[in-house]
């Protein structure tokens, strides 16, 4: 939880390469994606994408694409950046506070930057907007699986509709209380 992972063309983030200035970045977990939110904000100068043939020069990890995070050149100065956000609802506020500061040296041959980010979000679960209030469900796993009460079962004819597009003959999937 909390982790900003990028997914180019829906292959999913491990289809993925994310680089920083040209340099791999470490993964954030056992499915070896990078959190997107180790880099500040406020220390990103450009970023590049490449989604057409990366894996020709990058690699097999590299089949949905490349991004390359491209760090801000000769910042001098300070920027502070402070934003709050709140759902169109009223509900779940989120606050974000980024800064940089950067100093050129050497008659402008060297420069340093340092920056950094918080952000804070409030949760929200399914049960807290009424449409998912219909049954009970397990909306959280990854594989979006869905337990219908019983009451509450989908016709023969949109199973039907969903699974035709799998190639798999009507009628085989059955309606039942698990999809």
Do not use: C, M
Request: net charge positive; proline share 6%; aromatic share 8%.
């Amino acid at each position: 939880l909390g982790q900003a992972t990028l997914n180019l063309r829906g292959l999913g983030p491990q289809r993925n390469l994310i680089l920083f200035d040209g340099r791999r970045l470490p993964p954030a977990n056992s499915q070896q994606t990078v959190d997107i939110n180790t880099i500040p904000s406020a220390a990103i100068g450009s970023v590049e994408v490449i989604t057409g043939g990366a894996s020709a020069t990058y690699g097999s990890d590299a089949v949905a694409g490349v991004v390359n995070f491209k760090l801000r050149r000769n910042f001098e100065g300070v920027e502070l950046d402070a934003q709050q956000n709140i759902s169109e609802r009223g509900d779940v506020p989120s606050t974000t506070l980024s800064g940089a500061a950067g100093k050129k040296f050497s008659q402008g041959r060297g420069s340093v930057l340092v920056a950094g980010e918080y952000t804070t979000r409030s949760v929200l679960q399914p049960k807290d907007r009424p449409f998912f209030e219909f049954g009970p469900t397990s909306l959280t796993l990854p594989q979006g699986y869905y337990v219908p009460d019983g009451n509450n079962l989908p016709t023969q004819a949109s199973i039907n509709t969903v699974f035709a597009k799998y190639g798999t003959a009507a009628g085989s999937v059955t309606r039942t209380n698990n999809l």
